[in-house]
């Protein structure tokens, strides 16, 4: 098992920055990705920024250029740095562990991300 805790939520203006941490711990091995997803109001769960751990990285479209994800490997942790945020990234971050099949299997306990306009 992978046990996955996020912090750095909060609230922030249009035009702010946030970084969200995501620290893992249990069975590490058993895991090559980590990154965020995002479930805004009315919205389906999308993926935000995923890093693997030989330094890959995706993002979501709406997101290149303003959020950053990067890793510390001797902290097992993930950070997404989120600048220039803007209201429509309102919504519950959460942190994603992907084991070696390619599958999300863990999740942690979501922090809630608002911009105000």
């Known amino acids: 098992q992978v046990q996955l805790v996020e912090s750095g939520g909060g609230l922030v203006q249009a035009g702010g920055s946030l970084r969200l941490s995501c620290a893992a711990s249990g069975s590490i091995f058993s895991i090559n990705a980590m990154g965020w997803y995002r479930r805004a109001p009315g919205k389906q769960r999308e993926l935000v920024a995923l890093?693997?751990?030989?330094?890959?990285?995706n993002y979501a479209d709406s997101v290149k250029g303003r959020f950053t994800i990067s890793r510390d490997n001797a902290k097992n942790t993930v950070y997404l740095q989120m600048l220039s945020l803007r209201p429509e990234d309102t919504a519950v971050y959460y942190c994603?562990?992907?084991?070696?099949?390619?599958?999300?299997?863990?999740w942690g306990q979501g922090t809630q991300v608002t911009v105000s306009s």
């Open positions: 890093i693997t751990f030989s330094g890959g990285t």
């Open positions: 994603a562990a992907r084991n070696r099949l390619g599958e999300i299997a863990y």
